[in-house]
């Protein structure tokens, strides 16, 4: 069956959405180019182009694309979790795979660089809230009984941020993330007066 000019419109975008994500992994901000990324995607200049004019566009749309694949499955795990399952552990650590892969490498360059592009950071502050926004949403379901989502979770978020950047110079490790997310897992059993359980 032929697919449709729409089908065919999609498949290129996530073609060159996967393509950029990768290069932008690879070699950073600096180093991706829309000529690298149409060679990899298999596709022309002009058809990158013609679904992303500039480099910037394409690239935060290529983040964005793999955060809202990682917070589907982040939710998708968590809803599906044990309902005799340690919530505060789980959630902890299912976060936390979200900082230890190549989405946080990608996502953190796009910030690095918006620092001196103001368009740039228009489009990273806007994915950056609409990431909060779905965090947010995700704590209210699974911690019901605890205060609403504030400081506390800006503080979940300043510290899996300041571990993954730590971490991100290969071969170097200044701190070992297993036991301060031990500890900060007992610390967030404190503030919210015991393991809750998801409803």
């Known amino acids: 069956m032929r697919r449709t000019q729409d089908e065919r419109r999609r498949e290129t975008r996530k073609v060159l959405l996967d ?5 932008l992994v690879e070699f950073g901000f600096r180093g991706t180019t829309t000529s690298e990324v149409a060679h990899r995607a298999g596709v022309s200049i002009g058809a990158l182009l013609h679904h992303f004019p500039t480099k910037s566009q394409l690239l935060t749309a290529a983040v964005s694309h793999a955060f809202d694949r990682r917070i ?3 939710q998708e795990s968590m809803m599906g979790l ?3 399952a340690d919530t505060v552990d789980a959630a902890v650590d299912m976060l936390w795979s979200m900082y230890s892969r190549p989405t946080f ?5 796009l910030w690095t660089a918006a620092r001196t592009d103001p368009d740039l950071a228009t489009a990273v502050v806007a994915m950056d809230r609409d990431f909060l926004s779905a965090s947010e949403y995700a704590y209210a379901t699974l911690f019901p009984a ?3 989502a504030g ?3 800006h503080l979940v978020y300043s510290l899996m941020t300041g571990l993954a950047v730590a971490g991100s110079l290969p071969g170097h490790q200044p701190y070992d993330t297993d036991t301060v ?3 900060f897992k007992s610390m967030l059993r404190t503030a919210l007066a015991g ?3 998801a409803s």
């Open 19 to 23: 393509a950029a994500f990768d290069a």
């Open 151 to 153: 400081a506390g979770l």
């Open 195 to 197: 393991p809750l359980e």
């Open 105 to 109: 490498l990608a996502w953190n360059e």
């Open 72 to 74: 589907e499955e982040y």
């Open 82 to 84: 044990d309902p005799s």
């Open 146 to 148: 605890a205060p609403p």
């Open 181 to 183: 997310l031990t500890t």
